[in-house]
């Protein structure tokens, strides 16, 4: 309960602190600020709720045209290297999910023309846990996964 | 506000795009030790990097990306000395923008 509020508090002071900014600057307004970013799809707790939030299904298909280079074992979880390639030909986007993560919806890339099926990137990591790469291709979800093991301590174990 | 260093290198017909952000991406989970209150969430919401009037990509990022974000992705159909224009805006409706020419 006492999280909940927590939440609901952080979400006001965030808005209203874009609202301030943005009218401080005096050029943009706070709708164009935040114009395409999926609120929800960043909140939801969960893969799947993310997934529908963003893609309107969680209905993945396994795909080995999709590689996820990331290390087995990252010593920092603050600071862990993810790179995807697809040989998925057009893809619409692709979306890197950290699956344990306390949000585990973590970057999304839209593709626009000529671009090609490569995304590279660093994430943070809360505990062990996979590493979800979702690419978005002929209104289909395509996924494959990767087991990151991170040690906070940070001595490599 | 130089907070962005970006390279393109074109090899083939394709255009490598490497860009660091300096930012400082805070969760709003972390809480600050001498005060003891939470640090607000402040990180980059949108990527965007524009190749003349074609929007070749658009990251929308959560609070999970590093500080000091690394991005890098790949594109065809520019040609050496096209200039790339990579912009962003944060959760505080902060924002900056940089070019470079395609090599």
Known sequence: MIDMKRRTFLKGSVAAGAVSAAMGAGLLTPRMVLAAWPTAAFEAKTVDSALDALMGSHQLEGSDKISIRAPDIAENGAVVPVSVETSIANPESISIIAEKNASPMTASFVMGTGAQGYVSTRIKMGKTSSVIAVVKADGKLYSTGKEVKVTIGGCGG | ?103
């Open chain 2, 1 to 103: 506000m130089a907070s962005i260093k970006i390279r393109a290198k074109m090899s083939g017909d394709v255009t490598t795009v490497k860009a660091l952000i300096k930012h400082p991406m805070d969760t709003g989970l972390v809480k600050d030790k001498k005060t003891g209150k939470a640090i607000p969430a402040h990180f980059i919401q949108e990527v965007t990097c524009e190749h003349g009037s074609n929007k070749v990509m658009t990251a929308m990022w959560g609070a999970a990306v590093s500080k000091n974000p690394y991005l890098s992705f790949k594109f065809a159909g520019a040609k050496a000395g096209d200039t790339i224009k990579l912009s962003w805006v944060d959760n505080k409706g902060e924002s900056d923008s940089a070019e470079t020419q395609v090599s």
